[in-house]
């Protein structure tokens, strides 16, 4: 199975912050890399696909950028609601998924 | 709109079965791509199994030959068959809908808690 890696495991900022959280994959997957938010008690969220389309209703806050085996996802001006869990996924084989970010108020 | 709706998750011991079913509307899942995810307690989530237009299904290693997925087109619901369960099984079980034929998870519903007791 190919392991995706995120950095940070957690990460605090204020809101009106520019947040950047990191995917590695242990092989190339082209850009077969999707991120989502998850809040606590709530289903997941696709945010970004195809490393960086953004899935319709998101707002152009968010991006996703990368190929191969390194990804970023950008939150360019945190609001109040982007605190949450964020996590990637590839789908370049058999599915497999980062292990999560946190995003923290400080 | 989409809605996935999970149930029968429960309180096990180990060895034993349960079934869990997602509830779905706004869609078929007899005509799409499905899975289910699960993500154990503080941990990363993880892909468990899929079912391909009600057809073609396919599981992770650690559930092969205990779990068997399933569909019902008269009460649109994906079903999760799950024996001979272990303590590592325990996790929130959710099941999401695929974009085409892709492994992409564009709706997933809220989960549904299964606790394996030894």
């Known amino acids: 199975d190919i392991q995706m890696t995120q950095s940070p495991t957690s990460v605090s900022a204020s809101v009106g912050d520019r947040v950047t959280i990191t995917c590695r994959a242990s092989?190339?997957?082209?850009?077969?890399l999707n991120w989502y938010q998850q809040k606590p008690g709530k289903a997941p969220k696709l945010l970004v696909y195809?490393?960086?389309s953004l899935q319709s209703g998101v707002p152009s806050r968010f991006s996703g950028s990368g190929s191969g085996t390194d990804f970023t996802l950008t939150i360019s001006s945190l609001l109040p609601e982007d605190f949450a869990n964020y996590f990637c996924q590839q789908y370049y084989t058999t599915p497999t998924f980062g292990q999560g970010t946190r995003l923290e108020i400080k | 709109e989409v809605q996935l709706v999970e149930s029968g998750g429960d309180l096990i011991q180990s060895g034993g079965s349960l079934r869990l079913s997602c509830a779905a509307s706004?869609?078929?899942?007899?005509?799409?791509?499905m899975s289910w995810i699960r993500q154990a307690p503080g941990k990363g989530l993880e892909w468990v199994s899929a079912l391909y237009a009600g057809d073609k299904t396919y599981y992770a290693d650690s559930v092969k030959g205990r779990f068997s997925i399933s569909s019902d087109s008269s009460k649109n619901t994906l079903d999760l068959q799950m024996n001979s369960l272990r303590g590592e099984d325990t996790a929130v079980y959710y099941c999401?809908?695929?974009?085409?034929?892709?492994?992409?998870?564009?709706?997933w519903g809220q989960g549904t808690l299964v606790t394996v007791s030894s």
């Open positions: 195809g490393a960086s």
């Open positions: 999401a809908k695929q974009v085409g034929r892709s492994t992409i998870f564009d709706n």
């Open positions: 706004g869609f078929s899942v007899s005509s799409n791509y």
């Open positions: 092989q190339s997957i082209s850009s077969a």
